[in-house]
Structure formats: structure tokens, C-alpha cells
């Protein structure tokens, strides 16, 4: 794809919105898809492939994809300090 350029990351296309984002801040979900010719008799031929889906960061959050607020919230809650944790005894 020619030379690379150092510092900048390559765009892509948001899915939901169809902002154009840098490649490490886009939000990545894999997801699996099964194509099949819906016959009933031997001839059914069944296909499914992983297909990688960018999001930007609004959108991720949107679909509740990206979560890491409510991730950083938790961990502080079980490590037993930070904003509504309860002491341990």
C-alpha cells in the first residue's frame, strides 16, 4: 500500500456514522457471519466468515461496545476503593 507514514495512522470509516477516524482510536468488533442457501435436502451449503467492523468512539459507546468507564468503575469496586466501594472487614 506504498511507503508508511510515521506518526500518523491510517483512516477508517466509522460503520455507524460514517466519520472518518485513525485506525488505533477506532473501536474494533469482530463478528461472525453464516450465509446458507436454505434448501432442505443435501445440497445445503453453509458458509460463515469473521468480518472486523470499526466503530469511532461515539458510536461504540452508542452500541455498548466500548464500556471502559463502567470496566475501571468495577475493578475499583472489587479492589475495594474508589467511588462506591463498600470497606472490607
Same mark, same amino acid.
Given at each position: ?12 470509516? +466509522? ?13 474494533? !468488533? ?7 442457501? !436454505?434448501?432442505?435436502? !443435501?445440497?445445503?451449503?453453509? %458458509?460463515? !466468515?469473521?468480518?472486523?467492523?470499526? %466503530? +469511532?468512539?461515539? +458510536? ?5 461496545? %466500548? ?15 474508589? %467511588? ?6
Amino acid at each position: 500500500m506504498g511507503k508508511k507514514r510515521r506518526g500518523r495512522e491510517r483512516l477508517v470509516t +466509522c460503520a455507524g456514522c460514517g466519520r472518518s477516524v485513525p485506525r488505533d482510536k477506532a473501536v474494533s !468488533d469482530t463478528r461472525r457471519r453464516s450465509y446458507s442457501t !436454505d434448501l432442505r435436502n !443435501d445440497e445445503n451449503v453453509m %458458509y460463515s !466468515d469473521f468480518v472486523t467492523v470499526h %466503530y +469511532c468512539v461515539s +458510536c461504540g459507546k452508542h452500541r455498548k461496545i %466500548y464500556e471502559k468507564k463502567k470496566k475501571a468503575a468495577q475493578r475499583r469496586r472489587e479492589r475495594g476503593y474508589g %467511588y462506591g466501594a463498600t470497606k472490607k472487614k
